[in-house]
């Protein structure tokens, strides 16, 4: 079975641009996380989606989106790059519902802002 | 608020000694909680889940709501079990919305 599958896995941005990361989840999962990995913050929630809906949201601003497609697919952008955003950004999927929680990663997308 | 602290940065132990990884969580309901393990070059990936009550690669960790800790422990630590550990706090349900602690690297000596 197919793992997660982020894309792409490296880039390179300038501030101001806007960026947009794919995840495809394990097949048959229906919930998709992200995850921001800094050296100085560490792993911090993003957002989840289950059935095409966001069920929760962690604590960035408005320039982070995201939504999920009818084949479970995720993708999150950021707009108005900011240099703090250089970040390993992670994606990850479950069953969903009762085991939303157990997440399965995939390699993510290391974003760099210049 | 809900926190999720892991004191230690770097634990160092030779092969064969005893290993135990702290965490202590903060947290008004009943938790679920959980340790991530990331090897060198590898994924981030479950190690094990305090529901489950099982010995994943001889590591067992047991919540202590008393002391709101939730510490990985191994009788004898192996070279593979270098890694990268994150112990989790689910603050939200079933929304795969985790809580991660700082992380603790555990470098085991030969």
């Known amino acids: 079975k197919a793992g997660v599958t982020q894309t792409p896995r490296y880039l390179i941005k300038t501030r101001g641009q806007q960026v947009t990361l794919s995840c495809s989840p394990i097949s048959g999962h229906r919930s998709v996380s992200w995850y921001q990995q800094t050296p100085g913050q560490g792993l911090q929630f993003l957002f989840e989606?289950?059935?095409?809906?966001?069920?929760n949201k962690g604590n960035f601003p408005g320039r982070f989106s995201g939504r999920q497609f009818s084949n479970s697919r995720s993708e999150m952008n950021v707009s108005t790059l900011e240099l703090g955003d250089s970040a390993l950004y992670l994606c990850?999927?479950?069953?969903?519902?009762?085991?939303?929680?157990?997440?399965?990663f995939g390699a993510g997308s290391r974003l760099t802002v210049l | 608020a809900q926190r999720v602290t892991q004191p230690e940065k770097l634990l160092s132990v030779f092969k064969g000694a005893p290993v135990e990884l702290k965490c202590n969580y903060s947290?008004?309901?009943?938790?679920?909680l959980f340790w991530y393990v990331q090897y060198s070059r590898q994924r981030l990936q479950l190690l094990l889940r305090h529901i489950s009550r099982e010995s994943i690669k001889g590591f067992t960790a047991d919540l202590n709501k008393g002391e709101t800790s939730f510490h990985l422990k191994k009788p004898f630590a192996q070279e593979e079990d270098s890694a990268m550990y994150y112990c989790a706090l689910a603050s939200s349900g079933n929304t795969g919305k985790l809580i991660f602690g700082q992380g603790t690297t555990l470098q085991v000596k030969p």
């Open positions: 989606y289950f059935s095409e809906t966001q069920r």
């Open positions: 990850a999927s479950s069953p969903g519902p009762a085991g939303a929680n157990v997440l399965t």
């Open positions: 947290y008004s309901g009943s938790p679920e």
